[in-house]
């Protein structure tokens, strides 16, 4: 049911499945791994893109990691948070983006909240960040705005714009 719900809000959307990526979360695949692992390869088949979101907060066994057919790991923000001060944390953070793109898989961490997590987990080649140090949580219109902020900021004021936003 899952699955056409996904095939079906798609297509009345007009969305391109190629364009969404759902998170599930560590603990919700574990809980009967074999058949997320057949509702995952259905999703994939159908070009969407999966996260694990609260890796590292789960039990996630090494046998299933590399059988879910997975696009990204999201490294659990209780990680990111003492990772310049808890040589435990840093050591699990380095190794799950190690781990990360041994499986060929991009991999976010979630909670940077200053510049030195956010140096040190450039150091060790984490490929996308999210956290307070960027922005808080915003609403649709909000984020629309800082977008269109961002862009005039970037743009030449005597330069027309070469790129269209959509929002909605």
Do not use: W
Request: overall charge negative.
């Amino acid at each position: 049911a899952f699955i056409a719900t996904v095939h079906e809000l798609l297509k009345e959307n007009g969305l391109d499945s190629r364009l969404l990526e759902i998170e599930l979360t560590e603990g919700s695949i574990m809980k009967e791994p074999s058949k997320a692992i057949e509702k995952l390869q259905e999703l994939r088949k159908m070009g969407i893109k999966i996260a694990i979101d609260d890796f590292g907060t789960g039990y996630c066994s090494l046998s299933y990691l590399k059988r879910f057919p997975i696009d990204t790991l999201k490294i659990d923000k209780s990680f990111v948070s003492d990772v310049c001060i808890d040589k435990d944390d840093a050591a699990i953070v380095r190794t799950i983006v190690t781990l990360g793109h041994a499986l060929g898989v991009n991999v976010i961490a979630e909670g940077v909240e200053t510049a030195e997590q956010l140096e040190y987990l450039m150091s060790v080649g984490c490929d996308v960040f999210q956290g307070f140090l960027f922005s808080k949580p915003l609403s649709s219109e909000a984020f629309g705005e800082l977008l269109m902020e961002q862009l005039r900021v970037t743009m030449p004021s005597n330069s027309p714009p070469t790129t269209r936003l959509s929002l909605g």
